[in-house]
Structure formats: C-alpha cells, structure tokens
C-alpha cells in the first residue's frame, strides 16, 4: 500500500500500482486559535513566493487589491529574495490604505511561530492554478488556514476545494474581481458573522487533522486485508 497526498496524485500512480490510497495530509494542530477579528482587516498569505505562487497572487489577488479603498493590512509571509519584496512595494506604493508587512528570517521549523502568524490573517489567501503540478498538490495552504480558524479565499481547483465549504469557512474566488467581492464582504462583515465563519473554518480541521489521516491509514490497511 502507497500513501498519495492529492487525488490526482493517486490517479497517475494507480495506472502504476493499483495499492495507491488517497491520504489527506494533516496538519498539526496546536490549539492556535483565531478568536477576533482584527480591528485592521488583514489579509494574509503564506508559502514559498516564486512560480505559480506568486503568478496566481500577481494575476488574481493584487489587483483586487489594489481596487479596494478601505484601510487593510497585507501580510506576505515567505518572500525571500530583495528583487521580491522590492516589487511587492512599489506594486502597493500608490496605495497609502494598504500597509504591507513582509517578516523576513522566518524560521520554518518552528510550527508555534508559524501558527500564530497565520492565526494573524482575518482571510488567508490560497491561490493555486490550474496547472498539473499546482493541482497534485495537497491543498496544505488552504488547511494551514482553516486549521488556526481563519476562513480561505481560494480558487476552485483540487485539493482546496476538497477542504473549503463555499459560504461556510470560505469562498472560492476564479477571478479578480471574485477576490475583490469577498474580501469586501469581509470587510464589512459583523464580529458575529465574522466568527461563525471563523468558527466553521476551525471546525473543518476534523476532515485532515491526525486523527482523520490514522484513520484513513487504518482503513485502508484493513480493505487491503479483505
């Protein structure tokens, strides 16, 4: 039996071997926990900014971005190289209701750190494209979020859309204009409202936290004994 992180993933390998099993992977929850929303909206994203990545947040969420007249705040977690963070300023400087923040020496190891940055955001940004490799992925971004209870943005492609309730711990946004809308409707959104979304996203955990991945370990052991 072979372990696959994304659907798609069990798809190609399965022509290979038919033991292939689609285990979700989980994400390790620290009780980190969102339980406001901030007094500056804040929108955040978090990853390795290159590739697609950074092609999909250009493309989609910049310039919905760049379109909103309310006061935000930005958080851009895992620019590494100058020429990035150079470009993400001035991409913003005609923007003063924007305040950019791009921490710099992350330490990836450490999950506490991790975790209470990203229970930070008031809306996590997940922006995955519809590419082959984009799309083997195993929606961890988007589980990262929800984990912390924030709700996701997140284009409608696989594995995001395995773990996002559209309406209910997020949306998922195909353009920039879809972006646009919900982050809006973020914005404006009552402390009440904003936390039953907040809660639904935390409660989501349950769909791919370790008890769920044991689980799914465990019965896939036991259908490969019947």
Same mark, same amino acid.
């Given at each position: 039996m072979v372990s696959a992180g994304s659907q798609q993933i069990k798809n190609h390998l399965t022509r290979l071997n038919p033991q292939i099993v689609h285990t979700s992977s989980p994400i390790y929850d620290l009780h980190i926990v969102k339980n406001h929303k901030n007094a500056c909206f804040t929108v955040g994203w978090i990853g390795g900014f290159g590739g697609e990545h950074k092609e999909g947040l250009i493309e989609l969420v910049f310039p919905a971005l760049k379109e909103l007249s309310f006061h935000l705040k930005l958080i851009i977690v895992g620019i590494l190289k100058t020429d990035d963070?150079? %470009?993400?300023?001035? %991409?913003f400087q005609d923007n003063s209701n924007i305040e950019i923040e791009m921490p710099v020496g992350i330490d990836w190891n450490d999950e506490v750190d991790i975790q209470k940055r990203i229970a930070l955001f008031?809306?996590?940004?997940?922006?995955?494209?519809?590419?082959?490799?984009?799309?083997?992925?195993?929606?961890?971004?988007?589980?990262q979020y929800l984990n912390n209870g924030v709700p996701v943005l997140s284009t409608n492609l696989p594995e995001n859309n395995v773990v996002i309730v559209d309406g209910e711990n997020g949306y998922f946004c195909n353009t920039s204009s879809d972006f646009k809308k919900r982050l809006t409707q973020f914005y404006q959104m009552s402390e009440?409202? %904003?936390?039953?979304?907040?809660?639904?996203?935390r409660d989501s955990i349950r769909n791919f936290d370790h008890h769920k991945y044991f689980s799914d370990f465990v019965?896939?052991?036991?259908?490969? %004994?019947?």
């Open positions: 963070l150079v %470009y993400v300023e001035r %991409y008031d809306v996590g940004i997940a922006t995955l494209t519809n590419s082959e490799k984009q799309i083997s992925k195993s929606g961890i971004k988007a589980k009440v409202d %904003y936390l039953t979304f907040s809660k639904k996203a019965e896939a052991r036991n259908d490969s %004994y019947n």
